[in-house]
Nanobody, 124 residues
Framework: QVQLVESGGGSVQAGGSLRLSCAAS????????MGWFRQAPGKEREFVSV????????YYVDSVKGRFTTSRDNAKNTVYLQMNSLKTEDTAVYYC?????????????????WGQGTQVTVSS
């Protein structure tokens, strides 16, 4: 019912920046939370950041606070992740996610739609 298309992944040097985009299509009227999880090789999926539809509530995992910024454009049904001061430990597949319920969750099971993932590689 909701399709997510991610773009913007790639390879950068440590300290560099990257901007991810995710466009939602289909039944987008209930995309109350949109944002990002990531998964590094051999590790579990990790919550990164989500933003409420209103734009006034944003949540981040501690390790990215001050470096990453999530934003969304509801008219375009698109969420963005601006990543600055990238570190090698940020290397992972980043997944765009949508939650169709009004309350916040950081659990992977709380998200109803997932993108295919886009690779982010940070080298030293």
């Amino acid at each position: 019912q909701v399709q997510l298309v991610e773009s913007g992944g790639g390879s950068v040097q440590a300290g560099g920046s990257l901007r991810l985009s995710c466009a939602a299509s289909g039944r987008t009227s209930s995309t109350y939370y949109m944002g990002w999880f990531r998964q590094a090789p051999g590790k579990e999926r990790e919550f990164v950041s989500v933003i409420h539809r209103s734009g006034d509530r944003t949540y981040y995992v501690d390790s990215v606070k001050g470096r990453f910024t999530t934003s969304r454009d509801n008219a375009k049904n698109t969420v963005y992740l601006q990543m600055n001061s990238l570190k090698t430990e940020d290397t992972a597949v980043y997944y765009c996610v949508v939650r169709t319920r009004v309350w916040y969750s950081s659990d992977p099971g709380g998200y109803d739609y997932w993108g295919q993932g886009t690779q982010v590689t940070v080298s030293s």
